[in-house]
């Protein structure tokens, strides 16, 4: 069975658009989400213009500011520390990758935890491992949600998890651990990779190689999540790292790239825009 993200993503942005109209009304304003992006990367540009679009359905007041790739890192600094101390900006989000000359762990330290909507800022890092209240990072929330909507047990499971970063797969690990799985990470100096991805009930794969994973590397009836965006080098498509054709007929659950894990990404930034929002009114 195919878990479909899209139609998961889009029924949770109406239940959000709902609880905004109430929020809007409790608070008198709307959350609103700023997206800083710096040059014109086309994946930045088409991320920013998906989220934007993701905001204005679900009723989130969004501005997206485009800032030349020759901006210097103190000048994206003092941005963020304009947009930390505006009191009618709940989120921030500063698309990456940066230009090179910025130094990116600076800058996402740099932006207000209360408002750091991707859940990237050092100390929601450290809370989400010490399980502590946080935002959580928007990938790996999405992933969990999309196993629970197709009502995939977790607690006890095998997981494996191909991908070690920090956006991905470090914290997804983390999130299925608390989810009560035995999780085995993975990454380009695992030995035997086959082998160990076919002990893996449910196995999430975030590496960025196009059909990487191949039905011999997936136990009968797995659950397998692509996390990958990639480029088909066959004809240009977006495709994921799992090879979806030969691995669907394997697994019981997969997911589908594009379609799966992107627009539940989306989804939880919104989540956790509005999150921020209502924590930020009731301080
Ligand atoms: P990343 O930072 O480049 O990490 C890739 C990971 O894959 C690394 O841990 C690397 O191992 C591992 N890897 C690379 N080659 C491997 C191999 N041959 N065998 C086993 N492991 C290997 O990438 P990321 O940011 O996590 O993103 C991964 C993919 O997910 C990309 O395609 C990205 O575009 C996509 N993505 C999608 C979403 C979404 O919302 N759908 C969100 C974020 C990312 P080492 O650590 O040993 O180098």
Redesign the pocket.
Known sequence: MVINGRELSASLKAQMAAQVVELTKQYGRAPHLVVILVGEDPGSVSYVTGKSKAADEVGIRNTTLRRDASISEQELLDLIAELNADDTVDGILVQLPLPKHIDEDKVIAAIAVEKDVDGFHPLNVARLWLKQSCVLP??PK?IIKLLKSADIEISGKEAVV????N???LPVAKLLTDENATVTV?????RN?AEVTRRADILVV????ER?VTADMIKPGAVVID????RDSRNGKLCG?VDFETCEPVASYITK?PGG??P??ICCLMENTIECFVKRMNR
């Open positions: 928007c990938t999405g191909i991908g070690r970063s956006i991905v797969g993975a990454h380009s100096r695992t990779l975030a590496i960025g190689k990487f996390v990958g965006v990639n790292d790239v894990v992107g539940m990404t």
